[in-house]
């Protein structure tokens, strides 16, 4: 069965710093993507970003911006310029694309960013 | 606007009642899911349905039950069976097939037992 884990419980980071949040994944399938959502205090999950995982560029969304490496089952999300706004709750998720008709999603337990003015 | 919109917000039940938690999309999706959220958890996944009038049991459908009449509804009811159910929840649908394989969440209902 396909695991997520995120080992970081809270991040912190100044304003207009940077910081990288982790998340590795364990799985057998070679086909498959993978998100961040981001959980601010309203408790609305918002999608931040998504790879897909034959696709070796990674993915970029503005100031977000991914470290995908397929081989050590590692992605995590890179948060430049780091703002007030972005401090939340950050889920890490994965979604086979192997399986016809297997939609689940498997979530990490998350990592708090806090950003500091 | 095209959203998913789950009602109540806070919801509050005795002991031994069901309830049942709305969730409702006007996004022409076809898969819809359940999910709990506990303190310090992820999310895990109760029910999930991937078309109209089927649905499939998640890790922790035990004391829940759901139905799927229809393509924009996917009610869940949490049943005096479910010894905690104090948690949020959260509604999500997600497009089924081709480039759609992002959920999109509903803002969540805060249930809480007296």
């Known amino acids: 069965a396909q695991t997520v884990t995120q080992s970081q419980p809270e991040m912190s980071v100044q304003e207009a710093e940077t910081v990288t949040l982790s998340c590795t994944y364990d799985t057998s399938e070679s086909d498959y993507y993978l998100f961040w959502y981001k959980q601010p205090p309203s408790r609305q999950m918002i999608l931040v970003i998504r790879q897909e995982a034959y696709k070796q560029q990674n993915a970029t969304e503005n100031r977000f911006s991914v470290n995908f490496q397929k081989a050590a089952k590692s992605f995590s999300l890179k948060i430049s310029d780091s703002q007030l706004g972005d401090a939340a709750m950050y889920f890490c998720?994965?979604?086979?694309?192997?399986?016809?008709?297997?939609?689940?999603?498997?979530f990490g337990t998350g990592t708090r960013l806090k950003v500091l003015a | 606007d095209g959203g998913i919109t789950q009602s109540p917000k806070y919801l509050f039940r005795k002991e031994g009642q069901n309830v049942t938690l709305s969730c409702e999309q006007n996004?022409?999706?076809?898969?819809m899911y359940w999910y709990r959220q506990d303190p310090g958890q992820g999310l895990r996944l109760i029910y999930y349905?991937?078309?109209?009038?089927?649905?499939q049991k998640g890790d922790i459908a035990e004391g829940y039950s759901v139905s799927r009449e229809k393509k924009e509804s996917f009610p869940l009811t949490v049943t005096s069976a479910q010894k905690n159910p104090t948690a949020f929840y959260l509604c999500a649908s997600m497009e089924w097939g081709g480039a759609g394989d992002t959920q999109y969440f509903g803002p969540g209902t805060r249930l809480t037992v007296l």
């Open positions: 998720a994965y979604r086979s694309a192997e399986s016809w008709g297997t939609y689940k999603y498997i």
């Open positions: 996004l022409n999706h076809d898969a």
């Open positions: 349905s991937q078309i109209v009038n089927d649905f």
